[in-house]
């Protein structure tokens, strides 16, 4: 492992570890943990222990997700009126919108992502042996969570906070000796407008902070949600479009660079697709791809290209979806998921129509892709990335 920033050890504080250390620790050979079962074991259970939730306050004021549903029990019926006053390709305005709302949950409540969590530490309080054992596992084991933008108010929800997470709050020294908490961090979730990770010019943006900051370096699972409200325009129903060749680039390019050869293409100088080379540590790079059922077909698209990427990394390897599942979502949005205009087509239009007086929000379709890090190209099990998978019901 590459640290991030080590302090020098003749700077760095004695740690509680170190002083723990330096006694003589018992063996617990009365426990279970360390007289019965293996090592290995052990290791599995205190990871579990201090894997972080979400409390049950928390959970209860979720709403509820309905997963591939077509139609709630109190929803009249399509009503064939409206269709017929929409018109083919007509777009309905939908004046008198309400404000979009990070405190009432806009575009971070989700059945993938419940927030608040919590770690409960108590495990590493219970003796030395144990302590020794844990005390760098709730930041190793931690997704950290940022929201670029539109995050809840007790997360990081902008650049600035962002910022601020690694410069101040995981500045200190970390429980192991030379290593500061941030030098710790091993999966980092980025929930993304396009515009943080396609704009290489821009301090903090994704490009910024993987080749000029030391704060990546560490990570081994990097995942990148791309919302229904975080692609350019969607707001006025524009088709979405992604392209890490290119940087920022159209539906028409886009769909251009996906007809061509294999799929992948050379790589523009500063795009997002080259920044994993300067991630010296990446193992898993996981994308979440989300819109509307309206445009569940351009989506579809979309993850048929992406499990041909090929992004670079350091050291001659790279990142492939080769035999890796595209796993599938659907679940139902919020009121705030809804466009300024009616839906593209006539079923999701009736859909809204149904929906929206009862505050329902759109069917969301989430398409999820993974890629490994690898030197030699994986045998393919399937024609895209080893097929797809329904998620769970939610």
């Not at 995981?170 to 030379?178: D, F, H, I, N, Y």
């Not at 350019?232 to 979405?240: D, F, I, K, R, V």
């Not at 035999?323 to 205009?341: A, I, K, L």
């Not at 999820?368 to 019901?393: F, I, K, L, N, Y």
């Amino acid at each position: 492992m590459e640290p991030a920033s080590a302090a020098g050890d003749d700077a760095a504080p004695v740690t509680l570890a170190e002083q723990l250390g330096a006694r003589e620790v018992h063996p617990q050979r009365q426990s279970p943990l360390y007289g019965r079962i293996p090592a290995e074991l052990r290791d599995h259970i205190f990871r579990y222990a201090l894997e972080e939730f979400c409390p049950p306050e928390a959970q209860a004021r979720l709403p509820t997700f309905s997963a591939r549903c077509y139609r709630h029990g109190e929803e009249p019926p399509s009503t064939p009126e409206y269709l017929t006053a929409i018109g083919d390709g007509q777009e309905v305005r939908y004046a008198g919108r309400r404000r979009r709302e990070a405190r009432r949950g806009y575009d971070w409540v989700r059945p993938d992502c419940p927030e608040p969590t919590a770690v409960a530490v108590a495990l590493l309080a219970t003796c030395r042996a144990v302590y020794l054992e844990t005390h760098a596992l709730p930041l190793m084991l931690r997704e950290h969570r940022f929201y670029l933008e539109r995050g809840p108010p007790h997360g990081v929800g902008s650049v600035a906070g962002l910022r601020a997470y690694f410069e101040e709050a995981l500045s200190g020294p970390a429980p192991v000796r030379g290593l500061r908490q941030r030098d710790l961090v091993r999966s980092v979730r980025f929930f993304v407008q396009l515009f943080w990770l396609e704009d290489a010019n821009a301090p903090y943006h994704f490009w910024h902070l993987a080749t000029a900051t030391p704060w990546l370096r560490p990570v081994e699972r990097l995942r990148i949600t791309v919302r229904r409200a975080d692609w350019w325009h969607w707001e006025s129903n524009t088709l979405p479009a992604i392209n890490p060749f290119r940087g920022t680039a159209g539906n028409a390019r886009m769909h251009q660079d996906m007809r061509a050869g294999d799929g992948n293409h050379p790589f523009a100088d500063r795009v997002w697709g080259l920044a994993f080379q300067h991630m010296p540590n990446l193992q898993t790079l996981v994308m979440d791809f989300e819109t509307s059922e309206d445009l569940k077909a351009e989506l579809d698209d979309i993850l048929r290209w992406a499990v041909k990427w090929r992004l670079p990394l350091s050291g001659g390897r790279f990142l492939s979806a080769a035999g890796q599942p595209v796993e599938m979502m659907r679940w139902r949005g919020s009121d705030y998921h809804w466009s300024d205009y009616s839906p593209r087509d006539y079923r999701s239009a009736t859909h809204r129509e149904n929906d929206e007086p009862h505050g329902f929000g759109p069917r969301l379709y989430t398409g999820t892709v993974t890629w490994t890090a690898c030197s030699e190209e994986p045998v393919r099990s399937g024609e895209e990335g080893g097929g797809r998978q329904e998620a769970s019901e939610r």
